[in-house]
């Protein structure tokens, strides 16, 4: 930041039938900035009558966007990502504020989120169906690829622009409207999103947002039947809940949740090099990030140098309001998270760990936690089977392959898994045997627009990203014609 300029946040309002509003019961909340704990503003929720507003703006929204080309759709579409580019300093200003991460890391999500709905844009298009022959003359067997209605999303506050952005770009992309309940801790970036359409000429209905009582919002729309698909990110109980709630009206779903991802470092590799990667990777966001890698086992013969990198890396980060340019990582987005990781830390060192770096609070005002490392941790610690989601860093060492991979998939999550090796047989084997909806071997890029995100076992099911996720949003119907 230059310090010449007072950061501007974003004009807290929801989004309904293509107007701006506030709550019609005057409900509202403070939402507060991180790394300072002041308030930013005063967000409103919306009351069921507000909802029901919503839900029918949805359903009309959909009947004018169902048959709207998808040439016209992405037209649109296309308009509205030039704005979020055009806007992306402001935007991003406004994530650093309410999220806390630093500037740089929020321009660059910035730019994603924009590339994000510009790829499902374009992606419409190619919402192929496909002819099969039939076994009698005369007849013409088809699928046919259509929109699945009016959906609803629920975002967290840990990518409040990626996430909404993989949401809107999937539904609006596939011929769906949407009502977006984005996270209460961290709305300014999707109202910002939605201004970017309101102003490209989106019709009213198509895109709704709103905010409110996470549960109560939840509950009434997914129980409607204009809501046909729901998309839930978040942890692992609340989608076990909406899953439970989609299921009663047989909804499609779509469920990112939690992950604890392993990162297996076999002895061939440059240890230095690789804790440099591993620890940027973990440290982004202040570990809040689903697939961050968050248990490191690596192989004894390089855990020395791999661990004493990792751990002077942490050791130089520079932690500070995400706004300050110096700042390398910010604080954490809520003060549940602070109180998260001094008990993973607590009973870390309760099992014998040691804090090799950080392992407390920092400073007394602002969400801040030291990045930390703990070594000598053993399986049986709760950093090591619940998901961190923060800046505390686990290393343990393994001996063999089968050991390591026992102990990589022996949890409930399957979200990502990252290997780092030189051998290219080792790099297939270990492929194969993770578990995991994403593998990563030899870096840790696995989230694009054009890929297939999401997890198995516990962590969800369906996609978001690639192919997928425009068919997360599609339903196939079959037709069969025969000519008289
Ligand atoms: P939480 O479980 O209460 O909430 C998680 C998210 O779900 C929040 O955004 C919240 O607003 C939303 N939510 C909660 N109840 C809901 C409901 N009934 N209907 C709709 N949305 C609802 O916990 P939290 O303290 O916000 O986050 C803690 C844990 O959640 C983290 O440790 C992490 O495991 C997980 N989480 C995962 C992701 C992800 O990207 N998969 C993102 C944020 C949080």
Redesign the pocket.
Known sequence: MDGSRTPVYEKLEMYIDGKWCQGSDGKSEDVINPATEQVLGKLPHASKADLDRALQAAQKGFDIWRKTTAYERAKVIRKAVDLIRQRADAIATTLTMEEGKPLGEAKLEVGVTADIIEWYAEEGKRAYGRVIPARIPNVRQTVVREPVGPCAA??????PGV?PGRKIGGALGAGCSLIL?A???TPGVAIALTRAFADAGLPPGVLNLVFGV??D???HLIASPIIKKIS???????GK??AKLAAEGMKKATM????HSPVIVFDDVDPVKTAEIAAAGKYRNAG???ISPTRFFVHEKVYDKFAERFISYAKGLKLGNGLEASTTMGPLA?V??VG?METLVADAQQQGAKIEAGGKRSGNQGYFFEPSVLTGVSDKAKIMYQ???GPVAPIVPFKSFDEVIGRANGLEFG?AAYAFTRSTGTAAAVADALQSGMVGVNHLGISMPETPFGGIKESGYGHEGGIEGLDAYLISKFVTTMGV
Request: charged share 20%; hydrophobic share 30%.
């Open positions: 629920f975002t967290p506050w840990n990518f996430t309940k996270s209460e801790e996470p549960n919002v939840s509950t839930f990110t978040g942890s692992i109980p609340v809940h909406l990112e949740l939690g992950g809040q990030v689903c809520n549940r998270r998260a998901e961190p989601f979200l």
